[in-house]
């Protein structure tokens, strides 16, 4: 049973812009914390962006006022809007309900960001 779906990744030159959305079961989307995580090659699974309670929200500081995460409630997705993007954002992004000990995560997305 397939829970958390990713979009939008894809290859892009640095300075633009991406998209992903992850669209959550009803009963993930609102019964936990729903988030962004990524994987650069050869690193560890890192915290991107993720809503701490309610509409509040936290950013790791290398993407802070670059990254915006989002939610549709009526939708069950959530976003993440990726501006002025680097080489150093590519990664494996994955969408997350629970936190990085949660067994819920998306397929993951590829994001390549070219020089």
């Known amino acids: 049973q397939v829970q958390l779906v990713e979009s939008g990744g894809g290859l892009v030159q640095a300075g633009g812009s991406l998209r992903l959305s992850c669209v959550a079961s009803g009963r993930i989307f609102s019964r936990y914390v729903m988030g962004w995580y990524r994987q650069p090659p050869g690193k560890q699974r890192e915290l991107v962006a993720t809503?701490?309670?309610?509409?509040?929200?936290n950013y790791a500081d290398s993407v802070k006022g670059r990254f915006t995460i989002s939610r549709d409630n009526a939708k069950t997705t959530v976003y993440l809007q990726m501006n002025s993007l680097r080489p150093e954002d590519t990664a494996v992004y994955y969408c997350?309900?629970?936190?990085?000990?949660?067994?819920?995560w998306g397929q993951g997305t590829q994001v390549t960001v070219s020089s």
């Open positions: 997350n309900a629970g936190g990085l000990l949660s067994a819920f």
């Open positions: 809503f701490t309670s309610g509409v509040n929200t």
